[in-house]
C-alpha cells in the first residue's frame, strides 16, 4: 500500500478526518469540477452501452436459434423448458479430447473471496512510533437494570479530529471537536511534551488529572505475549482488515487492533480500527490518512496554560458567597486541598460515576456536606487532592462546571449565578485558605471553612434508589429524581421521611481514594433497591458452575481487587478519556 507522505500535514489529516484512507477517494477529492463531470458523463456512456451488449447477448441466445420451421418458435413448450434449463455451452468449454492450455485459463482467483486468506498467518504488525492520523474516539459503557433487564448504552465521549505521537521523545498532539454525556459539544486540544501534558477545553486550561498520567503510545500493547491473529478477515470501513486481540480475562480487559490488509505488501502496517473494552467501559479509535511522522513543528505549551485566566473581581456584596458543598467522603476537622461540589453536581457526578462504572463507589462509604464562605474572584478549577494542588491560582477559588458539561469558552467559572443544570464543582487549596486573623479577600484569602453540617453513608442513598433515579433522569436529561433523593436524604434523619441519619465516620479520609482498598460495600450492581425499600438488600454471592463457592467467591474477589486497582481512580471528566486509557496501559504495559 504506497502512501504518499510527502505533503501530508497534521491539518490535512485534521480536515479529513473520519475519511476513510482510500486512495481512490482521495483521487476523486483531488479533480476539478469539470472532470468530475467528464468521468460521470464516460461512466453513463459505459453503462449503457454494456446494457446495449447484454441486450444483443440475451437475443443472440434465446431468439435466434434455428428449429427447422424457418427460424418460427416450437409449440412444445415441454421441450424448450428442458433445453433452455440445459443451455448448450459446449463451445466455451475446454475440450477435454484436447491437451488443455492453463496458461490461456485467466487467473481470476483474486476477484472471489480466498478462504485461504482467513488460515493464512500474518506476522505481528509493525507499527511506525511516529505518525499522524485522523481520529475518531467513540467511549460509551452499556448500562443494565437488573430489576428491568433494561440496557441502556452511555456516551461518554465522541471525539472527531487529529492525532499526532511521537512515541519516542513522547511528543503528542490531540485536536478536534468532542461531542459529551448528554450532547454538549466542546473544543479540545492535548499536548504532551515529554513529561509534561495540558489539555485547552474551548478557552480554558484545564491541567487537573492532565499532567499525571503516564505517556504510552495507543499501539503500546501490540508486542505483549497473548496477541493473536483473529481467525478470519474483518471489513472495517469498507477495508479488508487483519485482526490481532489481546485478551486478559481476569480484568475483562480485551484488545483489537484492525490492520490494512493490504498495508503488509509494505515495511510499516496501517492501523484501521482499534476497539478497546476495559471492562465495561468502550472505546472505539477509528483511524483515517494515517501516515508515518508526526506533524509537531508546532507543538508548543498552549497559551491558556501559560497565563491561567482569573474572573474579574466584583463589587460588594457581591464579592462574597455563602456556600452548602458536598464532598464524597468523610472531611476531617481541617482538611486541606480537597474539592467540593454543590448539590447538582453531585447528583451528576454520582450518576456519570454509576453509568461509567469507574470503581468510583467501591471506594466511597460516606458524603458530606459542608459550608464555606469564599471570594468570587474565581480562578480555574485546580487538581486538588491528598494535601496537593496543581493547577490553582493563589488568591482564589477553583470553580468549573462539572465534567465540563459547558459551551462557555472557560466552562462556566465566571457565571453570575449557578445556572448550570449540572453544578459546579469547587477546588479549594490551602494556600488560599484563609488564616484565622484574615477576612475573605486579604492578601491571597480566598476562602473560610465554615465545617460540616452532616456525614451520611452512601449506601443510605444507594437504599433509596440512587440507582433508579439516575437511569430515570439520563432518560429524560435532568437531575430531578437523583436532586430529590439527595435533598430528603440530607434534610431528615428519618425513614418515613426518606431521610438519611447522620453519622460519625470510622475513618476520617478527604481523598477520593486515599488507599486502593474498597469499602465493605459490594459493587454497585449488587444493589437495586425498589422504590419502597429503605434498607439495600445485599446479594449473596453464588458459585459459578465450574467450581466451588468459596473458589469462585476468591477467584470474583481477585478480579473485583484488580479491576478497582486498574480502575479505582479514573476521571471522566471532559477529556480525561484519553488519559484514562493511558493510565490504564501504563498499569498494564
Known amino acids: 500500500m504506497d502512501i504518499d507522505v510527502e505533503d501530508q500535514t497534521f491539518d490535512d489529516a485534521y480536515r479529513n478526518h473520519g475519511k476513510p484512507g482510500n486512495p481512490a477517494i482521495n483521487w476523486w477529492n483531488g479533480l476539478e469540477m469539470k472532470w468530475k463531470i467528464a468521468v460521470i458523463v464516460g461512466l453513463v456512456a459505459l453503462i449503457i452501452l454494456f446494457l446495449v451488449v447484454v441486450a444483443f447477448a440475451i437475443n443472440l441466445f434465446f431468439f435466434s436459434g434455428d428449429d427447422g420451421n424457418g427460424g418460427s418458435s416450437n409449440n412444445n413448450n415441454s421441450t424448450i423448458v428442458e433445453t433452455n434449463s440445459q443451455p448448450n455451452n459446449t463451445n466455451s468449454l475446454p475440450d477435454s479430447s484436447n491437451p488443455v492450455d492453463t496458461n490461456s485459463i485467466p487467473d481470476d482467483t483474486n476477484s472471489l473471496p480466498d478462504s485461504s486468506d482467513d ?120 477495508i479488508e482488515c487483519i485482526g490481532w486481540t489481546l485478551s486478559l480475562g481476569m480484568t475483562d480487559i480485551e484488545l483489537t487492533l484492525y490492520i490494512d490488509i493490504d498495508s503488509y505488501d509494505e515495511d510499516t502496517q496501517v492501523p484501521v480500527q482499534m476497539v478497546a473494552n476495559f471492562g465495561g467501559i468502550y472505546y472505539e479509535f477509528q483511524f483515517s490518512n494515517f501516515f508515518e511522522g508526526a506533524q509537531l513543528a508546532d507543538l508548543e505549551i498552549p497559551e491558556q496554560c501559560v497565563d491561567l485566566f482569573v474572573c474579574e473581581a466584583k463589587e460588594a456584596p457581591e464579592d462574597q458567597i455563602a456556600l452548602d458543598l458536598y464532598f464524597m467522603g468523610a472531611l476531617p476537622d481541617e482538611p486541606a486541598d480537597f474539592y467540593g461540589s454543590d448539590a447538582n453536581s453531585l447528583a451528576t457526578n454520582l450518576c456519570y460515576t454509576i453509568f461509567t462504572d469507574s470503581g468510583y463507589l467501591e471506594f466511597i462509604e460516606y458524603i458530606s456536606r459542608f459550608t464555606i464562605a469564599a471570594n468570587t ?97 439520563y432518560k429524560t436529561a435532568t437531575l430531578t429524581n437523583t436532586q430529590n433523593l439527595i435533598d430528603l436524604a440530607f434534610s431528615y434523619n428519618t425513614a418515613d421521611q426518606k431521610g438519611c441519619p447522620n453519622v460519625v465516620p470510622d475513618d476520617y479520609s478527604f481523598s477520593y ?59 471522566f471528566s471532559s477529556g480525561k478519556s484519553l488519559s484514562n486509557f493511558f493510565k490504564i496501559a501504563s498499569r498494564i504495559a
Not at 486538588?384 to 469558552?409: I, K, M, Y
Not at 486573623?437 to 434508589?465: M, N, P, R, S, T
Not at 437495586?528 to 453464588?542: G, I, L, Q
Open 119 to 238: 488460515e493464512k498467518v500474518y506476522p505481528p504488525p509493525f507499527l511506525p512510533a511516529s505518525y499522524t492520523t485522523g481520529l475518531s474516539m467513540l467511549v460509551y459503557v452499556t448500562f443494565t437494570n437488573e430489576n428491568t433487564n433494561v440496557t441502556t448504552d452511555v456516551k461518554i465521549e465522541d471525539f472527531s479530529g487529529a492525532y499526532a505521537n511521537d512515541a519516542d521523545a513522547k511528543n503528542l498532539k490531540m485536536m478536534g471537536t468532542n461531542q459529551m454525556w448528554q450532547n454538549t459539544i466542546l473544543t479540545m486540544l492535548i499536548a504532551s511534551l515529554g513529561e509534561e501534558q495540558y489539555q485547552v477545553i474551548n478557552e480554558q486550561c484545564t491541567q487537573d488529572g492532565v499532567s499525571d498520567l503516564e505517556f504510552q503510545d495507543l499501539f503500546f500493547w501490540i508486542g505483549f505475549d497473548g496477541v493473536e491473529q483473529d481467525e478470519s478477515t474483518t471489513i472495517v470501513s469498507g
Open 513 to 571: 481514594f486515599s488507599s486502593l482498598t474498597p469499602s465493605t460495600l459490594p459493587p454497585y450492581s449488587a444493589y437495586y433497591a425498589t422504590p419502597e425499600s429503605t434498607v439495600p438488600a445485599k446479594k449473596t454471592a453464588t458459585a459459578s458452575a465450574s467450581g466451588s463457592g468459596s473458589s469462585a467467591k476468591q477467584a470474583a474477589e481477585l478480579k473485583r481487587l484488580t479491576r478497582s486497582k486498574l480502575f479505582g481512580d479514573l476521571d
Open 377 to 473: 474572584t474565581w480562578g480555574p478549577l485546580a487538581y486538588c487532592v491528598d494535601e496537593f494542588c496543581e493547577g490553582a491560582v493563589d488568591g482564589t477559588v477553583g470553580r468549573q462546571v462539572t465534567l465540563t458539561l459547558s459551551s462557555d469558552p472557560h466552562l462556566g467559572q465566571c457565571d453570575k449565578e449557578n445556572r448550570n443544570l449540572y453544578g459546579y464543582d469547587y477546588s479549594l487549596s490551602s494556600s488560599s485558605e484563609c488564616t484565622s486573623d484574615q477576612e475573605l479577600g486579604d492578601d491571597d484569602c480566598a476562602w473560610i471553612y465554615g465545617g460540616v453540617q452532616k456525614v451520611v453513608e452512601l449506601e443510605c442513598l444507594i437504599g433509596y434508589g440512587l440507582y433508579n433515579a439516575c437511569l430515570a433522569d
